[in-house]
C-alpha cells in the first residue's frame, strides 16, 4: 500500500525516465486468488540521462515470487511497499524476468486486475499497472506488448487483450490459452485484459484506407440483446473520424467489453475498451433516451482516443488535459453532428456551470493543466475534462476553422508516437496560424472563472454603440494574483425588428463577429448604429466565464424571443429565470414572486407552444434552472431551502398560468408510435416529460403521471412518469403501487433499479436523509458496486441540495459515514464522494459549522487513504 500522506509530484520536477523497456511479453496464469504473471522485458538507459546503476521500478501490493537479470537470479534488490529496486544493473539492454502473484478476487479497488462478477479485467489508468507487476509505470515510457493470457475454459471461454490475436488453443486439465500481440508502442495505464465467460456480439468496418476490422462488443452471458446501440454508435464514430479529422482506424480488431463493477465511465485501452456496463448496455425497455445520448458520446468518446490520447499520449499525468480536454472536444462536436447542435450545446454548459463552475469557485480549483498533486486519480475533474474541452473550443475560435483544421493535421503528424505536452499542442496551432498563444495558454494555466462585466452606452446622435469591457480572474488555491486572459466573447448586435447590425472587423480586436478581450478593461466602438442595438454577448458561450451586462429585463426579454442562435436564445431565458428565482430567494426566501416575473412566465408559454421550435429545445426552455447552479449564483450564506422554495413557486406560477395550453399540449405529444432513440424522438419525450411535470404540481393525486406510466412501452416514459410521481408525491398511493410495479418488473437490472434508487435519493426536503438510509437496507444496493454507490448517494449529495444540505447536519454524516466505509475498499469512489464537500463555505452559518464538523471529524478518521485525505484537506483549507 502507498502512503497515507504521501508526496506531493510537481511538474517542475520532471525528468525523463532512466530506464525505458521497448517491449514487454506478458504470461497470465488467470487464477481468483492468485493470479501469476511472467513478465519479460527489454530493458534499456534512456539515451538522454546518466542514471546511477540502480533501477527504481513501480509496484503496489503485489508479491514478488522471482526475478532473473539476463536469466540469473538477482540478490542486490529492494522490495518497498511501492518500488522494486535493483542496484548494479548493466549498462547495455538487458532482459528481466519478473514473476508477481496478484489476488483479483480481493481487488475491491478496481485497479489493476480485478474480478467483476466473476469476469477479469483490468483498469489500469492512471497507475494501475504496478498493481499487476514491477514496471515504470508512467505514461512517457511506451512498450510494444505481447500477451499471452492461460486459463480454465470453462470460467474464461473468452480472453482478451490489446492489439490483434494471434494463437490460441487448449491446454491440458481443461485449461486454454490466447495470444494477443500489439504492433503500437503504448505507455502501460493503457494495457488491458479480460477473461471470461462473456458473450460477443460482432461487426464489421472498412475504414477510408480500405482495412477490414472486426468490432466486438462483450458483455455478460443473458445481456447480448443489448449491445447493437453500442456498435451502431462504434461504427458512426469510426466513420466521423474520418470525415471530420482524417483519422484512420489501425488494428484488425477494435473490442469493447462491459463490466459491472467500473470506477468511472469507461476506458480507451488500446484495441480494447473496457466499459462500466451502464454506458454500454441499451435496448427500448431498460435504457431511457439520455442513457442512449451518453452511451453514443462516451463510446466516441474512448474511441477517439485511438488518436488522442493512445497514437499520441501525455508525457506526465500533468498533461492530462492534452488527451481528456480534447478528446471531449471531440466527442461534443461528434454528438453535435449526430443530433441538434443547439441542444447539445446547451446540455454542455448545464453541466459545466453544475460541475465545473462550482469546482473552479471553491477549495478544489485547480489549473486546467495543474502543476501539483498528491494523488492523480484525483485530477480527473470537471475543470480537466469539461473546462479542458471549452479551452480547444476557444481555440478554434482565436485561430479561425482553417488554421484550427491544420493545426490538428499539424499534431497528428509531428507528434504521432510521442509522449507530449500541453507546450507541443499549443506550437501546431501557432504555427498553422501564424500567431502566438502565449496569453491564450494561462486558460491552462489559470485557474478560476474569470468575470466579465461590461457597461454598454448608446449615443443616438453619433449612431455609437460603447462597450467597456472589464475582466477580473478570482484568487484560487496557490494562486492569488493572476493576468488577464484572452475571452473569444461571440456576439451580435439586433435591431428592433430581428436583424442583425452589420459588424466590420477591427483589427485584432472585433474579428468575424468575435470581441477579442485581451486587457484587463477595453472599449470597443461601434459606430454607424443607426438606432439603439440589443447587444447580445457570449454567443453559443463562446468562453467559459461569468458575465455580468447592465441590459434592460426588455432586452432580455427580446433576446429570449428573437436570438436566432438558438442555443444563446436560451442563455437568455436561462438568465432570465435565474434572475427571477433569485430575486424571490432574496426578497421573501422565495414565498412570493418578483413583479418583474409576469412577462417571463408568459414567454414559457409562447415558446411551449411554439411549433416552429425543435421539441427537444423546447423542453430545456421550460427546464428552469438546477438548484446547484442557482446556489452558486446566490453568493455566500446560501440556504438551500430557500433555493428550493423559490426554485417551485416559480414553477408553479409557470404551471397555473399554462395549465390548459400545457395540458392540451401534453395530450398532442402521446404517441403511439413504437419506440426509436433518435433525436426527434427523444425531444418530443423530452417535452412531454417536462411538462408532465409542471401538470403534476397542481394535481391532486398524480393522475396523469401514473397514466403514462401504465401505458408507457419504453424506459424514457415508464421512468419519467415514476420520477414526476416520486418527487412530486413520495407519500401518495398512485406512487406507492407505481413503484412497486417498477421494481416488480425490473428487479433483476440493477441498471434499472439504480434509476430508482436515484430518484429515492433526489426527493427534496428535510425526510431525504432518513429515506435515503432506508435505501441503503434495500437488497439491490452493493456498497462495493459504484454504480450502486453513484445512483443513491452521490445523487443525494449532489443533485438534491435541500435533501443532503440539512442544518442538523445528518445529510453530512450519512455521507461521511459512506464514505468511511467505501474509503477502504475503493479510495477512488470515497475520494469522489468526498469532493461533494466542496461548496460547504458558500453555505449559511449554521449548514458550515455542521460540515465543518463532519470534515474535521473525516479527517481525523485512522487509515484514510491518501485519495481521500487529499480531498479532505484540499476541502478544509
Ligand atoms: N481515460 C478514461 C476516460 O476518460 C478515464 C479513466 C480514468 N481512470 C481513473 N482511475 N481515474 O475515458
Ligand atoms: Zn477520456
Known sequence: ??????????????????????????????????????????????????????????????????????????????????????????????????????????????????????????????????????????????????????????????????????????????????????????????????????????????????RDVKLGVYVERGKESRTGWAIDSLKRSMKWDEDVFGREYDLDVFNIVAVSDFNMGAMENKGLNVFNDKYVLADPTTATDTDYANIETIIAHEYFHNWTGNRITCRDWFQLCLKEGLTVYRDHEFSADMRSRPVRRIAEVRLLKSAQFPEDGGPLAHPVRPTAYREINNFYTATVYEKGSEVVRMLRIVVGDDAFRAGMDLYFDRHDGDAATIEDFLACFEEASNRPLTQFALWYHQAGTPQVTVETDYDTAKGRLTLTMHQSVPATPDQTDKEPMHIPIAFALFRPDGSHFPIADQSDLVKNGVIHLTKRRDTIIFDGIEEQPVVSLLRGFSAPVTLDIDQPETDRIFLARHEDDLYTRWQALDRLATDTILASYRQSNGETLPASATSLIG???????????????????????????????????????????????????????????????????????????????????????????????????????????DRADNMTEEAGALEVLMLRQPESGETATARAAFENRHGDNPLVMDKLLGMIARIPGPDAPGRVLQAMTHPNYIETNPNRVRALVASFAGANPSGFHRPDGSGYRLLADVIGRVASQNPQLGARLATHFRSWKGLDAARRDAAHKTLSDLRNMRDLPLDVRDIIDRTLS
Open 1 to 210: 500500500m502507498r502512503s497515507e500522506v504521501g508526496t506531493t509530484i510537481n511538474l517542475s520536477d520532471y525528468a525523463p525516465p532512466s530506464y525505458l523497456v521497448p517491449s514487454v511479453a506478458l504470461t497470465f496464469r488467470l487464477h481468483p486468488n492468485r493470479t501469476i504473471v511472467k513478465a519479460v522485458l527489454d530493458v534499456r538507459r534512456h539515451p538522454d540521462t546518466a542514471p546511477g546503476d540502480e533501477l527504481v521500478f513501480d509496484g503496489d501490493g503485489i508479491e514478488l515470487v522471482s526475478l532473473r537479470l539476463n536469466g540469473a537470479p538477482v540478490d542486490d534488490v529492494e522490495i518497498t511497499p511501492d518500488q522494486l529496486r535493483i542496484a548494479g544493473v548493466p549498462h547495455e539492454p538487458f532482459t528481466l524476468e519478473i514473476e508477481t502473484a496478484i489476488d483479483p478476487e480481493a481487488n475491491l479497488a478496481l485497479s489493476g486486475l480485478y474480478r467483476s462478477n466473476g469476469v477479469y479485467c483490468t483498469q489500469c489508468e492512471a497507475e494501475g499497472f504496478r498493481r499487476i507487476t514491477y514496471f515504470p509505470d508512467r505514461p512517457d515510457v511506451l512498450s510494444v506488448y505481447t500477451v499471452r493470457i492461460e486459463a480454465p475454459k470453462a470460467d474464461a471461454p473468452v480472453l482478451l487483450s490489446n492489439g490483434n490475436p494471434g494463437a490460441a488453443g487448449d491446454l491440458p486439465d481443461g485449461w486454454h490459452f490466447a495470444e494477443w500481440h500489439d504492433p503500437w508502442p503504448k505507455p502501460s495505464y493503457l494495457f488491458a485484459l479480460v477473461g471470461g465467460d462473456i458473450v460477443g456480439a460482432f461487426d464489421r468496418f472498412t475504414t477510408m484506407g480500405g
Open 603 to 709: 414567454l414559457y408559454g409562447e415558446i411551449a407552444g411554439d411549433e416552429t421550435l425543435d421539441a427537444a429545445w423546447r423542453a430545456l426552455a421550460l427546464t428552469l434552472p438546477g438548484e446547484t447552479t442557482l446556489g452558486r449564483e446566490a453568493g455566500l450564506n446560501v440556504d438551500p431551502d430557500a433555493i428550493h422554495v423559490a426554485r417551485e413557486t416559480f414553477l408553479a406560477a409557470i404551471a397555473e398560468r399554462h395549465a390548459t395550453a400545457f395540458a392540451d399540449l401534453y395530450d398532442s405529444l402521446l404517441s403511439d408510435e413504437s419506440y426509436r432513440p433518435d433525436a426527434p424522438s427523444a425531444g418530443r419525450r423530452a417535452l412531454e416529460l417536462v411538462l408532465l411535470d409542471y401538470l403534476t404540481v397542481s394535481e391532486a393525486d398524480g393522475g396523469r403521471a401514473r397514466a403514462l406510466f
